[in-house]
């Protein structure tokens, strides 16, 4: 009976830490939902489990839900601007990498704050996961009339902001190539040709280290910012090439901890965002690769 839990929880996994992490945006609120999640489908008596799938959604998105509004406060008071927690994606497949970034990307995770918990809750299974409305309106508990109220609601919050981009690997890994080359040579003219005009970086420091208390916004200032930040990183740094939220991005360390993660959304051949995490907290994660 516990061995049989214990693989269809395992064969679950994926997909149930795939909304947990969507719906908190941070890796280690998405295990512990996991693991407390497992706990209760262990302790479910027979005649409360109709079908696994179901049962498992349901208390990982509500917990998600109650994690949200329990983490409101620490969102509304946190110092400088706020990035989800780096989510290494490298080992996504091919055929799901596409789909997988646009719902895993900085920009959108960004984009989902501006929902409640339970609009979150009822994008997410709607728009990403594709669950049946009478489905969504099981696992929040509402009505279904409500949900694609809710849906249509959230639609309207991210539509005029959200617009995904593309670009091919090869192009990400020449963009990355160029701008390491920039940054070390102290080629200013190098780095401003890969940056778009209206560039945007976003540094999260959490106010645990030093970082930009807001975003910094045009080619010229965002390449100075760069350049400071590379004159003070520690020598004895040194950086990783990786996917980070279906992102091309650098992934640093120093005296074998995580020191940071730069994750770079491309127009074409330029770099229009840059997002910067420093805050230790939401890298704690990525100690066991370091």
């Known amino acids: 009976m516990k061995s049989e839990r214990l693989q269809q929880f395992n064969a679950l996994r994926p997909l149930l830490f795939s ?44 917990l998600a839900i109650d994690q949200l509004r329990a983490a409101k406060t620490q969102r509304e008071t946190y110092l400088g601007p706020w990035l989800p927690e780096p989510l290494l ?12 970034s646009e719902s895993l990307s900085f920009a959108f995770l960004v984009l989902l704050e501006q929902l ?10 709607r728009e990403i996961f ?15 009339a409500n949900c694609r109220q809710l849906v249509k609601r959230a639609r309207e919050h991210l ?40 560039v945007t970086c976003i540094s999260d420091g959490g106010g645990n280290v030093v970082a930009a208390r807001r975003p910094i916004y045009g080619a010229d200032k965002v390449s100075r ?5 590379y004159r003070a990183m520690p020598h004895d740094l040194t950086v990783d090439v990786a996917t980070v939220n279906g992102n091309p991005a650098f992934v640093g360390y120093s005296a074998g901890r995580p020191y940071f993660v730069m994750a770079f959304e491309l127009d074409g051949e330029k770099i229009r965002n840059i997002y910067s995490v420093r805050n230790p907290d939401k890298m704690r994660h990525l100690e066991k690769r370091a």
């Open 225 to 229: 910012f760069l350049f400071g930040i």
């Open 89 to 100: 994606t490298d080992e996504t497949s091919p055929n799901d990498a596409a789909e997988l």
């Open 159 to 198: 539509r005029a902001t959200q617009s995904p981009v593309h670009a091919s690997r090869d192009t990400e890994a020449a963009v990355l190539g160029n701008f390491a080359s920039a940054l070390l040579n102290g080629d200013v003219p190098g780095l401003l040709a890969l940056l778009s005009p209206d």
């Open 19 to 62: 909304i947990a992490y969507r719906m908190t945006a941070r890796v280690m609120d998405a295990e512990d939902i996991l693991q407390e999640a497992y706990l209760r489908w262990e302790r479910a008596a027979e005649s409360d489990v109709r079908d696994a799938k179901a049962f498992l959604t349901t208390v990982v998105t509500r």
């Open 130 to 144: 594709e669950y049946e409305y009478a489905d969504v309106a099981r696992i929040v508990n509402k009505s279904e």
């Open 116 to 125: 409640s918990p339970v609009e979150r809750a009822v994008f997410l299974l």
